[in-house]
């Protein structure tokens, strides 16, 4: 068990950021289930959330340095 917690420990943060990523795109961008049946329609379903949560990000940083 404490193993485990030391695990949990070292690699809470990097843990922390990736699934706030995850979280935003299944909250905001309809990623919590599939819109289309098939592999290649629904890996341009993430590609395209992608980009728009990325454009989004950008704006938003811009906004920021530019303040």
């Not at 706030?20 to 961008?29: A, E, G, I």
């Not at 454009?55 to 340095?65: D, I, P, Q, V």
């Amino acid at each position: 068990m404490a193993r485990l917690e030391a695990h949990d420990a070292a690699v809470r943060r990097v843990r922390c950021r990736v699934e706030n990523v995850f979280d935003t795109c299944k909250r905001s961008y309809g990623l919590a289930r599939m819109r289309w049946l098939g592999l290649a329609q629904a890996g341009l379903q993430v590609r395209l959330a992608a980009v728009a949560c990325n454009l989004r990000r950008t704006l938003t940083l811009l906004h920021a340095a530019m303040a």
